[in-house]
């Protein structure tokens, strides 16, 4: 009788385990950068070495102090020497689920330079990378409006067509997030089309994944404990009518 009962403690507990892994499969994943402390706190441009970003096209500028968010730290001015806008992504992303809600954070300005060839405007654009070329995107929302669904048949996805950054514009918050239909990796992405080597100012970059359906893996693993645990009670009943 013991040892059944034992073995029904046992089996519990290995089921609470696995139904832990499960809802572990479904927490919360938190990236963030605000590219502080970069270079010894040195502005360069261009500059590529990003820990958590890589510059894909063109080249991007490390910007130190009073241009960055707060008036501290560092931020990333999206169009560099090459004079041809920059494409700056995240290196390693977070993996989604079915069901997951994939959020992207980032503050955005003006680059604050005064000289006589810089644009009235920039532009670029926000929006992810992914590691399959075609996904689906359930309620996809900019800024808390609603934009549908949208489909990735390159792997890629921005938003804006070109938001417009006038030269002196202050520091904004902005925010994109999407339901995933599928499982997969995701990166925050950004697209700068300046070409006067004097882009918007990119600071505080976030990308969320919340929940999701569990993968198909975890969902055996649960099973299998279920039956592990009926067995384990089927004994013990056993062990007492005898």
């Known amino acids: 009788m013991i040892r059944a009962t034992r073995a029904a403690t046992l089996a519990a507990a290995a089921l609470a385990a696995m139904a832990l892994g499960v809802s572990g499969a479904q927490a919360t994943q938190v990236f963030s950068d605000n590219f502080n402390g970069l270079n010894g706190g040195v502005p360069a441009d261009p500059y590529t070495a990003f820990p958590n970003f890589t510059v894909l096209g063109g080249s991007v500028s ?3 102090g009073a241009r960055c968010a707060g008036g501290s730290g560092g931020c990333v ?3 560099g020497t090459a004079l041809n806008g920059a494409e700056f992504q995240m290196t390693n992303g977070l993996h989604y689920s079915a069901g997951s809600l994939v959020t992207l954070t980032y503050d955005i ?3 604050h330079h005064d000289c006589s060839v810089c644009a009235a405007d920039d532009q670029y654009e926000a929006g992810f990378g992914f590691s399959k070329l075609s996904e ?3 309620h996809v929302t900019i800024d808390g409006v609603d934009d549908g669904t949208k489909v990735t048949p390159t792997g890629l996805i921005e938003f ?3 938001f417009a950054v006038p030269l002196f514009a202050p520091y904004t918050s902005h925010t994109v997030s999407f339901i995933a239909t599928d499982s997969g990796t995701v990166m925050a992405r950004f697209r700068s089309f300046s070409s ?4 918007p100012l990119l600071d505080n970059v976030g990308l969320t994944v919340t929940g999701g359906v569990p ?5 055996a693993l649960m099973i299998l404990g279920f039956g592990a ?3 384990a009670l089927r004994r013990r009943q056993t062990a007492l009518a005898a």
């Open 215 to 219: 993968e198909p893996a975890s969902w």
């Open 136 to 138: 689906t995107l359930d």
């Open 109 to 111: 300005a003006g680059n």
């Open 196 to 199: 006067d080597g004097i882009g």
């Open 77 to 79: 001015g999206l169009d």
């Open 62 to 64: 490390l910007n130190q």
């Open 160 to 162: 804006g067509d070109g």
């Open 229 to 231: 645990t009926g067995a």
